[in-house]
């Protein structure tokens, strides 16, 4: 047997102890040879071999006796005395020791039974070591990945509609992700990164804080960072931060659609109502849930009507609400009989409404749903029932109807007036739609909906714009200061819109009022007006009038020129009217009513501001002294009945006799400056009617200008051409009657 082994017996023999004591006795003969002073180690060189061989062979009295030939001790004197030279066989022996160590330490020892709970608790504490240095590890590896992953800006958490994922898409053709303007732009974008943050250090600014540790490209942290911008405190930080995204339109759609989850409700009306904005910013409105089993749009808005109050209603309201409620309970009740007709009070709209059952009652409803949306809790009471999602439904229903989708318009107004609706109105995705109905062409379409979306944005605009209350100019966020108000209040049978457009036939019929004024291609106060005078804020009024009682829309539409005029000052002051200077540009009987409102606004201290910051007035061809409308009863249709506004247009009337007197003094007082346009063409009424409205005589005010122009009742107003005289001289007096303010 090899010296350099012990078998597997002498393992057993020595046991635990002995090994214990070999393996000292092993260590200490090692350490002795290396540790041995040089001097004694060449002594010992001199004396020879013989000498050692003679003590290898002599016991040594005192000592244990010779051991077996297996044991550790003789492989060990083996070792010592095999014939090496002194200093090779010392270090092989060292080199033994260390070998004899490490094997003894690892060799077993037998069984005993006393090691078993022992062994079983090694194996627990081994385990329990490991269970909690792993635990610890990937605790530290998820708080790791946690911090990589998290953003400051909290954007997740406040996006809106959850049920839309955009990610983003890696397009098949290399030529659009690898060109040489995508390859630009990214590296422009890492430039400017490293700019931002390099500031960011110098500043203080915490530009890298939500940034440092998120794994995206250097070109997308502008969309992150306009984010966190649109989320300051700031009110400029805010506003600018919506300008930028508005100006941005070389962003992938992704890009896009990110800003559109997770944007809150300030920042999306904001891009709504800026004039550059990309519709991709705006989400489509949420899927509308499904109508109920066996029922119709027509019979759940008649639902939607009948479960509003019926309270606190004025006659109108009253008159409204019964017709649509009777007309609709007909109408279903005729189309599941199968047969359809009109009854009671709902005759005189049969003739005017569409041919469609179902349009029809629908019509009736909105009506009288845009009558309680001029009440705050009947607001309420609609988007608690579902009234938003319903009314969007009809508008996608009636694309085609412009007088739906008006009244639909109207009602989503009078609730922004209430600030506690906003949330829902933005959920329900009313936001989309009016920023896309504000780039509409149509002066009616876009005007409505700028009136919704001023109403909403609290950020910049601090008045409201009440039910025929339309700015004309600006109706997107603009950064050109407003220095003045012009405000243009149309006559009988106007609107706000219609009466307002270039000229157009010299046939002008005013059968049909109502016809044709939903779409319109032209609005000068809004083309030309706003051009020429930029820092203008332009708005339009709109009334309902009648010539005739025969169609009288309510019992409570039948109103005097003094009722009107209060509830138009009322909603003009709402609308931020007096802060600034004022010119007031009316037609017809709008004349009549502006010199009724400054005459009441004199007569009231809240109102002061009204009158003094009135600048000047244009009249079109008003009857300050009568109109011979009011005499004629020849068309059966129109003037067998003739309105209360048409009967106080009459010569003899006292009520207009006092307010032209009453006026005059008034305006010599206050030294307003006025401008009179008068027509000198008689005007067609129906197909049997020619009549000069306003004589010269009637619309000299006694002060101010007074010019005659070729043209009949209905296109005084509306010049033919930009650089027409018309348009020409309206224009001139603005600018001089203003011209102190403009220079500011």
Known sequence: MPATHLDPQMQKRLGVAGRVRLRRYVIALGTLLWVEPAGRRRARRAEGVGSRAARSRVEIPGREPRKEEGSPDNAVRRAVGHGLSPPAGRMSLAAYCVICCRRIGTSTSPPKSGTHWRDIRNIIKFTGSLILGGSLFLTYEVLALKKAVTLDTQVVEREKMKSYIYVQTVSLDKGENHGIAWQARKELHKAARKVLATSAKILRNPFADPFSTVDIEDHECAVWLLLRK?????????LEAVREMSETHHWHDYQYRIIAQACDPKTLIGLARSKESDLRFFLLPPPLPSLKEDSSTEEELRQLLASL???????CIQYFTSLALSESSQSLA???GGLWCFGGNGLPYAESFGEVPSATVEMFCLEAIVKHSEISTHCDKIEANGGLQLLQRLYQLHKDCPKVQRNIMRVIGNMALNEHLHSSIVRSGWVSIMAEAMKSPHIMESSHAARILANLDRETVQEKYQDGVYVLHPQYRTSQPIKADVLFIHGLMGAAFKTWRQQDSEQAVIEKPMEDEDRYTTCWPKTWLAK????????S?????SLSD???RCPMERKSIAFRSNELLRKLRAAGVGDRPVVWISHSMGGLLVKKMLLEASAKPEMSTVINNTRGIIFYSVPHHGSRLAEYSVNIRYLLFPSLEVKELSKDSPALKTLQDDFLEFAKDKNFQVLNFVETLPTYIGSMIKLHVVPVESADLGIGDLIPVDVNHLNICKPKKKDAFLYQRTL?????????DLEN
């Open 230 to 238: 649109s989320k300051s405190d700031d009110k400029t930080t805010r």
């Open 309 to 315: 109050p019926q309270t606190e209603l004025d006659e």
């Open 334 to 336: 005729a189309q599941k």
């Open 532 to 539: 020429d005078c930029p820092a203008l804020r332009i708005i």
């Open 541 to 545: 009024v709109e009334y309902d009038t």
């Open 550 to 552: 025969w169609r009288a």
């Open 732 to 740: 001139q007096f603005i600018r001089e009657a203003l011209a102190k």
